[in-house]
């Protein structure tokens, strides 16, 4: 069965620091994965996905997430946070078992970026 | 234009009330979903669409019944909730659903249900 795992449920930043969000992935195949973020009160919006191709995928907002294969991760990372990127984020693989077309996604981590 | 809107933005009803949550896009997308979130918790999938047919029912009870008039529309019926199903109700459209596909979800800002 397909499964994403965020290992933080916080990650505390200061502006201007790089940051990284966590996200390990367990598939059966090629992983179709995504990112994409919540803030509060608001629905999800999508940042970057990886299909094939470059494992650098750069995204909105300046994110970008590094596909690896052997680590099966596809952490989200940023070169200098902001305030404004303090939100909820959630990795989501794509379910090729039985509600294909579903994303899986995973419990969410809380970025906090501190002036 | 990668907008999905969603009405009304809070619904507060009672337990015999009926109510419907209105979904629209006009991105051209034929797929559509529902979606429920509690707080700090991931969106859970209720309903699939695809091409107007439903395509998944997770399971979801009866109180609760889609709708797909058109490719643009998705409405979401309520009929004897539980308090327990207030929540943030999401919904979503992408261009397709196919195995193959590799589209991503566009989300609406989310309907705030409480139930009483």
């Known amino acids: 069965a397909q499964s994403v795992a965020q290992p933080e449920d916080q990650v505390n930043v200061a502006e201007g620091n790089p940051l990284t969000v966590k996200c390990t992935y367990s598939?059966?195949?090629?992983?179709?994965l995504f990112w994409y973020v919540q803030y509060p009160n608001r629905g999800l919006q999508f940042l970057l996905k990886?299909?094939?191709?470059?494992?650098l995928v750069k995204g909105s907002y300046g994110f970008e997430a590094e596909f690896n294969k052997s680590q099966t991760s596809f952490h989200l990372k940023k070169p200098s946070a902001l305030v404004s990127d303090s939100a909820l984020y959630f990795c989501?693989?794509?379910?090729?078992?039985?509600?294909?077309?579903?994303?899986?996604f995973g419990k969410g981590t809380k970025l906090s970026v501190k002036p | 234009d990668t907008e999905v809107t969603q009405t009304p933005k809070h619904l507060v009803m009672g337990m015999t009330n009926k109510k419907s949550l209105k979904c629209e896009q006009h991105?051209?997308?034929?797929?559509m979903y529902w979606y429920k979130q509690k707080a700090k918790k991931p969106p859970e999938l209720m309903f699939v669409?695809?091409?107007?047919?439903?395509?998944i029912n997770e399971s979801v009870p009866s109180r609760f019944s889609p709708e797909c008039p058109n490719s643009s529309l998705l409405n979401l019926h309520l009929h004897a909730l539980q308090p327990e199903d207030s929540a943030l109700y999401l919904c979503?459209?992408?261009?397709?659903?196919?195995?193959?596909?590799?589209?991503?979800?566009?989300f609406g800002p989310g309907t705030r249900l409480t139930v009483t």
């Open positions: 979503a459209s992408s261009q397709d659903i196919g195995l193959a596909g590799s589209y991503e979800q566009y």
């Open positions: 598939v059966s195949g090629n992983p179709y």
């Open positions: 990886y299909i094939t191709g470059d494992n």
């Open positions: 989501a693989v794509r379910d090729y078992g039985g509600s294909q077309g579903n994303l899986i």
């Open positions: 991105m051209g997308h034929r797929a």
């Open positions: 669409y695809s091409y107007e047919k439903l395509s």
